[in-house]
């Protein structure tokens, strides 16, 4: 298992930046993929961006160039900087972690914190 706490977020006017990060129980370099989602009001949850074990990282296409995903192995920490803000980026934020190692096994359950707002305004 492994707990996620989320923090950052908060109230942006369009063309700002904010920064978010969700903190892991356990080391990340155990957890195959982290990464954020986020669900808009009346919307279904989107991926946003996933950073992979290896170091890899993935965008949805409409942040790609705007928003950056990274991570401190050293805090166990995940980290999205949104650059460029869009009233279109507003939404909870979630952080999510899969495919945690435990041993010779594979946990698969997707793990999710407990979001965090982000408003954009215009």
């Known amino acids: 298992q492994v707990q996620l706490v989320e923090s950052g977020g908060g109230f942006a006017q369009a063309g700002g930046s904010l920064r978010l990060s969700c903190a892991a129980s356990k080391t990340i370099l155990s957890i195959t993929r982290m990464g954020w989602y986020r669900q808009a009001p009346g919307k279904e949850r989107e991926q946003v961006a996933s950073i992979f074990i290896g170091g890899n990282t993935v965008y949805a296409d409409s942040v790609r160039g705007r928003f950056t995903i990274s991570r401190d192995r050293a805090e166990n920490t995940i980290h999205l900087k949104l650059d460029s803000l869009r009233p279109e980026d507003t939404g909870v934020y979630f952080c999510?972690?899969?495919?945690?190692?435990?041993?010779?096994?594979?946990?698969?359950?997707?793990?999710w914190g407990q979001g965090t707002q982000v408003t954009v305004s215009s």
């Open positions: 999510n972690a899969y495919g945690i190692i435990e041993g010779p096994r594979m946990d698969n359950t997707n793990y």
